[in-house]
Each structure stands twice: as structure tokens, then as C-alpha cells.
């Protein structure tokens, strides 16, 4: 089984992840943030990864750090899960429709971590949590990971509805990049 375990601790956050890319879509999430817990069980549960989450972070500063520090660790344990990313089909996608909203994601394990993402410049709360904060978990993400994400709000105007299938449309994507379709590297230049 292709799995991680990530830990990061700086003066703002501690975090420790466990990833399992071949699982079932089992998780254990505890992080001080109540929607991103919410965000990261349905990431595993559509991904069908196994994901096991412990995060304390300065959230009486702001939200922001948490957050972001997230997708950076978990980031971390894809690049490190996936190894040399031999027999992966290396690109995924996924267009994911939640009532109003529309979200396409799509991705490339390049070795190249470089994010792109357009959501309409939709701003607000969801309960306490600031909306752009997705942006900063994804960006997190796409560097740690080296791989090249892009997201795009098609349609949407109630925030939960938006950031939720963002991270459907992002698990689907990933669930399809890193799926083992061969043996060998699937690059021209022989390594990613």
C-alpha cells in the first residue's frame, strides 16, 4: 500500500497526517476548525483515501495558518506516498456539480508545483471561516506536492456549496492522477 506519514511543527501550528492512497475512504480528522474538518472528511470519503488528521494551530490568531499548513503536510505525504511515481496515470480531472455550484479541477503529478484558480471573486464567511482560506490550502497543496493544480469555479454563489465541491472535484481529480494504470514512469524524460 502506497502510504505517508507527515508531521510539521512551526511556532503557529503542529500538524501530523497519515495517508493512505489504496484505501477505502476511511478518516479521523481533529483539527481546531470545524469546516475544514468537514472539507477534508469529504476529500477522503470521495477519494477513497484512508486520511487521519491531528492539527492544533493558532486559530485565536486567525484561521489562516491551520489551514494552510494543512494542505502543505498533506501535500508532503502525496510526494512522499507516491515515491518515484512509477505506473501512476499521472493527470486527473473532474467537473463536480453541488446544487448551484459547478467546479472543475484538474491536475498533473509534473514535478512542477504551480497553482492556478479562478472562483468568480467570491468572498465571505462560511460560519467562521473565511472562504479565500480553500485557496491557500489548495496552493499549499500543489508546491508541497509538485504538482500542477487547477481549479475553476464554473458556477456558484452560496459559498459551502463552491468550496465543498471544490474539494469533491479535487479528491476525483487526485483519485484518477494516482491511480496505477502501468510500470513505468510516466514521462518521456524517464522521471517526474
Not at 469546516?35 to 491531528?54: I, P, W
Not at 489551514?67 to 473532474?94: M, N, P, S, T, W
Not at 479541477?105 to 467562521?128: N, P, Q, V, W
Request: proline share 2%; with cysteine.
Amino acid at each position: 500500500m502506497r502510504s505517508a506519514k507527515v508531521a510539521r511543527k512551526t511556532a503557529e501550528t503542529e500538524i501530523e497526517i497519515q495517508l493512505g492512497i489504496d484505501g477505502t475512504g476511511k478518516y479521523k480528522v481533529d483539527t481546531p476548525i470545524g469546516f475544514l474538518n468537514h472539507m477534508l472528511e469529504s476529500f477522503a470519503k470521495h477519494g477513497r483515501f484512508d486520511l487521519r488528521v491531528k492539527a492544533e494551530g493558532d486559530v485565536h490568531v486567525s484561521h489562516h495558518h491551520t489551514v494552510e499548513d494543512c494542505g502543505i503536510v498533506l501535500g508532503q505525504a502525496f510526494l512522499q506516498a507516491l515515491g518515484d511515481k512509477r505506473g501512476i496515470r499521472r493527470y486527473g480531472d473532474a467537473t463536480v456539480p453541488m446544487d448551484e455550484a459547478l467546479v472543475l479541477c484538474a491536475l498533473d503529478f509534473s514535478g512542477r508545483g504551480l497553482f492556478y484558480y479562478e472562483d468568480k471573486g467570491l468572498r465571505g464567511k462560511i460560519t467562521d471561516f473565511d472562504f479565500e482560506l480553500i485557496w491557500e490550502f489548495f496552493k499549499g497543496f500543489a508546491l508541497e506536492s509538485k504538482c500542477t493544480l487547477h481549479i475553476r469555479v464554473l458556477e456558484g454563489k452560496i459559498l459551502h456549496h463552491v468550496a465543498e465541491a471544490s474539494f469533491k472535484a479535487f479528491s476525483l481529480a487526485l483519485r484518477e492522477a494516482v491511480t496505477l494504470i502501468g510500470g513505468d514512469i510516466p514521462s518521456t524524460k524517464g522521471t517526474l
